[in-house]
């Protein structure tokens, strides 16, 4: 069973970078496409981006597309999310979890143990 616990949040003004991570455990990923998700409170968690368990196949959420580059060290387990110029609509608690597929579009999370998050907040 797959752990993941996500890290890497913080408080930025519009145009700034952050870099969230999720570390997986309990069981390897390196099989497993991975993707990021995010949700504000009321909303229903939206799927941003995805990787493929090789790393040669990503998938983006439009509103994220050349801003937000998926990574992944599968050596260590880890996943990651570079954002770059950041808008207050992307203000929200961000999940990673291991995913269905990676092709065209992103798969749904293939459990139901969602991490702590990590929360991102962006200033206008």
């Known amino acids: 069973q797959v752990r993941v616990v996500e890290s890497g949040g913080g408080e930025v003004q519009a145009g700034g970078s952050l870099r969230l991570s999720c570390v997986a455990s309990?069981?390897?990923?390196?099989?497993?496409?991975m993707g990021w998700f995010r949700q504000v409170p009321g909303d229903e968690r939206e799927a941003v981006a995805c990787i493929r368990y090789t790393g040669e196949n990503t998938v983006y959420v439009d509103s994220v597309k050349g801003r937000f580059t998926i990574s992944r060290d599968n050596a260590k387990n880890t996943l990651y999310l570079q954002m770059t110029n950041l808008k207050p609509e992307d203000t929200a608690m961000y999940y990673c979890?291991?995913?269905?597929?990676?092709?065209?579009?992103?798969?749904?999370?293939?459990?139901?143990?969602w991490g702590p998050g990590t929360q991102v907040t962006v200033s206008s």
């Open positions: 309990g069981s390897p990923t390196d099989r497993m496409s």
């Open positions: 979890a291991p995913v269905r597929g990676c092709f065209r579009t992103i798969g749904g999370p293939t459990f139901n143990d």
